[in-house]
């Protein structure tokens, strides 16, 4: 065999069964090979286990899909490329010409857009309340035959709770699926709630270090098999690698956010005190108009921290740029914190009454907590806030 017939055919190292890596290795292959055609048609069958082909299976995604499935209470996962993707496969799997779908002011801004505009193309309606408007969900549900309700909670930037039990009963009720996007709260939180279906974004908390994406659907077995169909179809695969550091970066997930949530809680406390702000958004603070709810629904209390500044952009704009330790970009769950200065939390395009609803204001700063230590951080809160004002 000439060398370069044989760089294309490497030697294959065997490991013994009794030898076993502690660490999963990455099966960073596109293509799988059984014996003969025969064994290769029984597993198309579906009569053999095995993998074939990486964009419906692999190994090393398959670790991280028992793994999130068991982590969230559920029996299945189905992972792909980024969050986003979870959101856009979720809603066009399920979502068929002539379904309704009821969303909210203070979803995602991608997932508003792909219900406003992305279903909207195949004929798919929908109604955007407030999430606290709960005689609105009810009348929703009851009165308009509705496919699914796609929710949040803590939303994004001020931390709205979401009555869940309210959403889920209503939603059961009328024959609607419920899917939340709980990326913010976490795997290990809402998993005994009624929720059909639960995304994940993997850029976030499961990962850690924002050095890597992926998205995670996670629900029952059937309903995972239905969508893998046509998720699988669609192409958003999530590449072996990727789905190794995911791994890795879960082996400390519950210690990161442990300490973001104890170094957020400490730094709305400071930031409740402080003259120049008028009001402080974290579940976790006795003020917050849900924190009964966010302490009954959730172990913790989440890692971002939203607060209105006295004053507008300008401001926001000063403030942000004197911090030194928190970054000014988007994406939250990374073991360094980040800051959003109020022109970029989005929202451009509400409406005056769907503005007043998310309470996004000229002032609103949004905050995502890392693992720093919280005295520095709050010394650094504390000197931005005075270049803010002189
Ligand atoms: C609640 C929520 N869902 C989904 C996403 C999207 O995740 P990704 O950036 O991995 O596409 C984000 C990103 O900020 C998010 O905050």
Redesign the pocket.
Known sequence: MNDNTFVNHPPEVPVPADSRPLVAPIYQSVKFSFDDSRETLRFLHGEREGFFYSRNSNPTLRQLELTLAQMQGREECLLVG????T?AATLLSLCKHGDHVLAFVES?G??RYIVQHLLAKYGVTHTLLSIEDLTGIERVLRDTPTRLVVF?SPT?PVTKIADIEHLTTHARRAGCLTVM?N??AGFHNHGAYDVDIF?H????YASGHGDV???AIIANRPLIAAMRKDVVSMGPTLDPHAAFLIQRGLRTYFLRYERECANALAVSRYLHGHERIARVFYPGLETHPQHALAKRQMKDFGTVVSFELDGGFDQGNRFADALRLFSIT???GSTESLVMPPQLLGGQEFTAEQRAASLIGRGTVRLSIGIEEAADLIADLEQALRGAFT
């Not at 980024?82 to 993707?85: F, M, N, Q, T, W």
């Not at 974004?201 to 976030?204: C, D, E, G, V």
């Open positions: 980024s969050g986003v993707a959101i995602y991608p997932t949040e994004n996007d990326t913010f995304l974004s993997l850029t976030k994406m992926g998205g988007s994406s939250v």
